[in-house]
């Protein structure tokens, strides 16, 4: 009784240390930004800022019990199909008391934290308790799936990529069908994940069912029947939970149908898969040469290293059903994230790629194809933990070195961060206040897009009280319910003159400008004291009338301007 009350205790203090040592990882790749919370970004900050706008969102809606599926504080009047964006809900719900508290901000550094710091720990959990007997090779299995650029890359942009947590514990109740003797009750445990993970992540819980799917063919074969009475309640109680949400989406105000075209420009490159991401130790501080493409989306970029020693790893034990059917799921993964057309180190090749077949289908239409890497990472999860469980070396330094050797060069790199530009008093204060009705919208140039942050930025230190004409979403072309998705509202005739002042304004200019302003209900139009907006700034002087710059910035009051 006391042996084995010691190796209980033991476990515990194991689990306890690695679950620390991933948080203590965490804070150290994210230390320039806890250095000050809230104060500083990431170069290319445009994602970040949106996902401080929902996490400001997400405590709005508790505060003032507002509709969680429409986002009223963009796109005046018309506002945006919450379901049909990031807005992350599921993470920005327990987050709001540190957003009441502290602000998006603030919360946003906190979330990155522990959604880095619970990934590993959740692939940690799955691996020490059902894949292998060693802890330390479990810790193993959790540094690659929770650190891996797949997760990783996401830390300074998306938190709802980053927070993979529940994932190996989908996996995890979906194989625990097999043996279920209460299908009823597990099915229902299986269905709150999948909803919880619907409001953290739509794309990811599609990708993990497909992998899960797969996998389960290649490991269980035609032995899939137990499953079947489970899986059919976690999707009747899923679909009971989901079904408004999911008619919101697709059918209700701001749905669209095919995602936004750019998307499928982002896959994985030919080379990548043996290359380094740009975040990576062996980029940052070596001289290999960073791979072809955005960082965030750099999910398949693993380096030679760690691909060659799993490969190793898997010829060695091809024998092993599991081992085998677990790279054969991430090999098929990987190969689908080549996209639509081939690229050798940024070069397009004109042959067609993998996922070419599946880019026009419902659901696949709207998934960027280098994410479909993501499971080239839960596949190698398990695969690190079970090949360092594996292997016997005459040493524990040896074979800590070997790990070693095999996993730093890959390993991220701390967030590289800028000051955050200080919002200007005329918000921060309220002056903007006794200017705009509740049902009035403030007009914010340079307009926003994924470069253009500033008005996501002053509408999330009011706590979206700021109301705003235009905004950075998706949402259908042209504003037409059901047409493919763009980025930001239908443009109207203001909007062009904005992004391409006129050398002279006409009377009719002025009055279709008005009119512009009389849609989106505008009290205010708010300019930075920035000189590359100086055209603009004449421009609507030459429209509504002189300017004045006070608090920080220029503000015209078009109330009686417009129609």
Do not use: K
């Amino acid at each position: 009784m006391i042996a084995a009350r010691e190796v209980r205790l033991g476990g515990r203090r194991a689990d306890a240390l690695a679950v620390a040592s991933y948080l203590l990882a965490a804070v150290v790749l994210c230390g320039r930004l806890l250095a000050h919370p809230g104060q500083r970004l990431p170069y290319t900050p445009g994602d970040r800022i949106q996902a401080e706008f929902h996490l400001a969102y997400a405590a709005r809606i508790l505060h003032h019990l507002g509709n969680p599926l429409l986002i009223d504080r963009l796109n005046a009047p018309v506002g945006v199909n919450a379901m049909a964006n990031t807005t992350q809900l599921g993470l920005g719900i327990p987050m709001a008391p540190v957003t009441w508290l502290l602000g998006p901000g603030v919360a946003f550094d906190v979330l990155i934290v522990a959604a880095l710091a619970g990934t590993a720990a959740a692939w940690y959990w799955l691996l020490s308790g059902n894949v292998v007997d060693s802890r330390p090779a479990a810790w193993v299995g959790g540094l690659v799936g929770g650190f891996a650029p797949s997760v990783v890359n996401h830390a300074t942009f998306h938190p709802n990529l980053t927070a993979q947590f529940l994932v190996p514990v989908i996996a995890w109740r979906v194989v625990r069908l097999f043996d279920s003797r209460r299908f009823v009750r597990d099915g229902l445990i299986l269905a709150a994940l999948i909803v919880w993970q619907v409001f953290i992540n739509e794309e990811t819980l599609f990708i993990a069912a497909l992998a899960i799917g797969a996998f389960l063919l290649l490991w269980r074969g035609p032995r899939w029947r137990p499953i079947l009475p489970g899986l059919a309640v976690a999707a009747g109680a899923s679909l009971l939970v989901l079904a408004y949400p999911l008619w919101w989406q697709f059918f209700g105000t701001g749905a669209y149908r095919g995602g936004e075209r750019q998307m499928t420009r982002f896959h994985t490159d030919l080379l990548g898969v043996t290359s380094f991401s740009r975040n990576s130790v062996a980029v940052r501080l070596s001289e290999f040469p960073p791979a072809p493409g955005f960082s965030a989306e750099q999910h398949a970029y693993l380096g030679w290293p760690l691909v060659l020693a799993a490969a190793a790893f898997v010829a060695w034990r091809r024998r092993d059903r599991l081992v085998r059917s677990l790279a054969l799921t991430g090999a098929l993964f990987l190969a689908l994230s080549l996209g639509n057309e081939l690229t050798v180190r940024g070069h397009a090749t004109g042959v067609p790629g993998p996922y070419a077949p599946l880019a026009r289908l419902p659901l696949f239409d709207t998934l960027l194809p280098t994410r479909l890497g993501e499971v080239a990472t839960w596949a190698l999860a398990p695969i690190a933990a079970l090949a360092v469980a594996a292997v016997r070396l005459p040493s524990r330094v040896l074979t800590a070195g070997l790990v070693a050797a095999v996993l730093l060069p890959a390993a991220p790199t701390p967030t590289l961060v800028f000051d955050r530009p200080a919002v200007p008093a005329f918000i921060t204060t309220g002056a903007w206040r006794p200017y705009v009705a509740a049902d009035d919208s403030v007009l914010v140039v340079p307009l926003a897009d994924f470069d253009q942050w500033t008005a996501l930025h002053w509408s999330s230190a009011t706590g979206l009280d700021l109301r705003l004409s235009h905004g950075y979403f998706l949402g259908p072309e042209g504003g037409v319910t059901g047409r493919h998705a763009v980025v930001g509202p239908p443009p109207r005739f203001l909007d062009g003159l904005l992004r391409t002042p006129p050398a002279a304004v006409t009377t009719a200019d002025r009055d279709r400008a008005a009119a512009d302003l009389g849609y989106w209900h505008t009290a205010l139009i708010l300019v930075p004291p920035d000189a590359t907006l100086a055209p603009q700034r004449t421009l609507l002087d030459a429209l509504f009338g002189p300017g004045r710059r006070t608090g920080g910035v220029w503000v015209w009051d078009v109330r009686a301007v417009r129609r």
